[in-house]
């Protein structure tokens, strides 16, 4: 059976046919998507291809097409292109239907507290490496977020977070469960949401942080460009 594929379908058929609803229209915000969704998979393909011939996680065959690329199963790859799109949709539907987020007015402390956090996580982890890379990778991402665009966009992305774990427990509570997907836990806590490392909640963090970050930042210039040549 090839339950990650239909999972990887499942996460991109809605998002991918509301596209087109005219309120939202996501598809007019493609052309700062899909460069956005390619950083990305830039980034987190290659740590994905270390991570699995480090054995910190890997892959039942029996749920798989049997294509790889470069060590990873083709639905892993796709995850790192239906997962952002899902996320970016989920960002951009809250903003279009809510505008500010409540969550803004706490954006500052919230995201100072949760740095310090994942520092001392990554400091008396440093050996688990799931945990600890994680950790510094999404430090360094907030850091540069903040250098693009201060805390003004912060409110918006934690709302998002918090709405995308619904179906992130669902999909990745199949992928862990069967387990499609298996991590060693000499490389991570241990601790785990259902049968989901507990890591998986910030590392989905930083895979929603970066793309959105990538996202408003060519939306940004696109907009300055444009009123430039007017």
Known sequence: ?????????????????????????FYKTWPALFPAIFVNAAVFIPWDIYFTQRGIWGFNPEYLLGINIFGLPL?????FFTVPYACLFIYQC??????ESIFQKHARVFTFVLIAFLA????????????????????VMFVLH????GFALLGKFYRAYL?????????????????????NNDFNLGLRVYTIPIEDSYYSMLLLLLPVTV??????????LAVNTV
Not at 146 to 149: A, P, R, T, V, Y
């Open 120 to 139: 001392i996580l990554a400091a008396v982890n440093l050996p688990r490496l799931y945990t600890s890379a994680t950790a510094v990778f999404l430090i």
């Open 94 to 99: 809250l903003n279009v239907y809510f505008g």
């Open 1 to 25: 059976m090839y339950i990650y594929l239909y999972l990887n379908l499942f996460t991109i058929f809605f998002p991918l046919a509301l596209s087109f609803d005219k309120r939202v229209a």
């Open 163 to 183: 709405v995308h774990l619904i179906p992130f427990l669902l999909v990745n509570g199949v992928l862990t469960a069967i387990p499609i997907v298996w991590y």
């Open 215 to 224: 996202f408003e930042l060519i939306r940004a210039k696109r907009k300055h």
């Open 146 to 149: 903040f250098k693009l665009f």
């Open 75 to 79: 639905e892993e790859v796709m995850f």
